[in-house]
């Protein structure tokens, strides 16, 4: 496992731009496929975007698709998440995972950060 720090989080109006980051404490996130994942108030946790150890492949939810983007500075140990055109229904809270598979999902994610709020009002 890896200890996962998000921050970044906060209150924006729709439309604004948020940047998430993940830094992973005492370790090389190198080696892992890292992702986001959301939870609304009453919902399941969901997927939002992942890449993997080199960057190679990136995948992203249908609903973020062209306004969010996930990036990672390995020699930094740090996953970013650019949130753009932000719209009420992005108000969850954000979760950075980490897994040794590129499937990066739910049920493959080995470690999770603690989460960050993030409040979009219209």
């Known amino acids: 496992q890896v200890h996962l720090v998000e921050s970044g989080g906060g209150l924006v109006q729709a439309g604004d731009s948020l940047r998430l980051s993940c830094a992973a404490l005492g370790r090389t996130l190198s080696p892992y496929t890292m992702g986001w994942f959301r939870q609304a108030a009453g919902k399941e946790r969901d997927f939002v975007a992942r890449i993997t150890q080199t960057g190679a492949t990136i995948n992203y939810a249908d609903s973020v698709k062209g306004r969010f983007t996930i990036s990672r500075d390995n020699a930094k140990n740090t996953v970013y998440l650019q949130m753009n055109s932000l719209k009420p229904e992005d108000t969850a809270v954000y979760y950075c995972?980490?897994?040794?598979?590129?499937?990066?999902?739910?049920?493959?994610?080995?470690?999770w950060g603690q989460g960050t709020q993030v409040t979009v009002s219209s």
């Open positions: 995972a980490a897994s040794t598979t590129p499937l990066l999902s739910r049920t493959t994610a080995h470690s």
